[in-house]
């Protein structure tokens, strides 16, 4: 099971952190994945960190303003987000692809 939170509505240039907390596998042996769907769009893959936390990727989009990282202690990945624009807004959700596995998402809305 992943179980995202942090979700919220922030101005323009504000910061969220989205938390996503797994349990039921073998956490630490595996990559996880940030995506988003915004309104009208397909969902679109955001971020990805390898399972020691050693490497990640994030698209293009958001590098330079978002951070992913992991605590395979606590189970749980995080999207640090910042300098927020209206175009991050969206439903986040964590997965693991090797799994099929998704969250059910949280909302992240940007409006001035």
């Known amino acids: 099971q992943l179980v995202e939170s942090g979700g919220g509505t922030v101005h323009p240039g504000g910061s969220l952190k989205l938390s996503c907390v797994a349990s039921?596998?073998?956490?630490?042996?595996?990559?996880m994945r940030w995506y988003r769907q915004s309104p009208g769009k397909a969902r679109e893959l955001v971020a990805m960190?390898?399972?020691?936390?050693?490497?990640?990727t994030l698209s293009d989009s958001v590098r330079g303003r978002f951070t992913i990282s992991r605590d395979n202690a606590k189970m749980s990945v995080y999207l640090q987000m910042d300098n927020l624009t209206e175009e991050d807004t969206g439903v986040y959700y964590c997965?693991?692809?090797?799994?099929?596995?998704w969250g059910r998402g949280t909302q992240v809305t940007v409006t001035t």
């Open positions: 960190i390898v399972y020691d936390g050693t490497q990640w």
């Open positions: 039921g596998f073998n956490f630490g042996a595996v990559h």
């Open positions: 997965n693991v692809q090797t799994l099929n596995l």
